[in-house]
């Protein structure tokens, strides 16, 4: 999202993509915003999130230092681990094959406390709202088929196999 509240229109057909670090700091050559000469640069993650604390020798005068971040931020978090965080649950990847990978491939990892909170906070909220969102619209229209005198007929799978199955 812009200040202005409207969503950024995506330009590409993908939205993250893999950087090697020696690769993104040789761009910390010259400050983007004032094209001073940039002093000092040093990466540091926030689980898959990249930022890059860094020393311009003209805009940064008086002030410790800059920062650049890779991943947009929203409620102070890195929207690149939620939805990490999401895509992985939502795939029914486990967790622990996915921290692997990133291992392999020598990426920065989401710990599985940060996951966790990361979908407590966002995903499952989500998930939620939409079922019961789901739920009440049925609701409202088997209501409305009993009120217009039809009959309602609900019927099951037969199969037994879910918790709620015992009580059948």
């Known amino acids: 999202m812009t200040s202005h509240g ?81 895509s992985l649950l939502m795939s029914g990847l486990r967790f622990q094959s996915l921290q692997n990978y990133w291992s392999l491939m020598e990426f920065p990892t989401l710990s599985k406390t940060r996951f ?17 969102a789901g739920k009440q619209n049925i609701c409202e229209r088997l209501r409305a088929e009993n009120e217009n005198n039809k009959k309602v007929v609900l019927c099951g799978d037969a199969q037994f196999d879910s918790p709620a199955a015992k009580y059948c």
Do not use: E
């Not at 983007?32 to 898959?48: D, M, N, V, W, Y």
């Not at 966790?116 to 019961?132: A, Q």
């Open 6 to 86: 409207k969503k950024n229109k995506k330009t590409y057909p993908i939205s993250w993509v893999y950087v090697n670090i020696q690769q993104l700091l040789l761009l910390f050559v010259f400050c983007a915003k004032c094209g001073g000469r940039i002093l000092q640069s040093k990466p540091r993650f926030t689980g898959l999130a990249v930022s890059v604390d860094y020393v311009c020798s003209l805009c940064t005068i008086g002030k410790q230092s800059s920062t650049w971040h890779a991943s947009p931020v929203y409620q102070h978090q890195f929207m690149i681990n939620v939805k990490a965080s999401c």
């Open 116 to 132: 966790s909170k990361l979908m407590k906070k966002w995903l499952f909220p989500t998930i939620y709202r939409i079922y019961n």
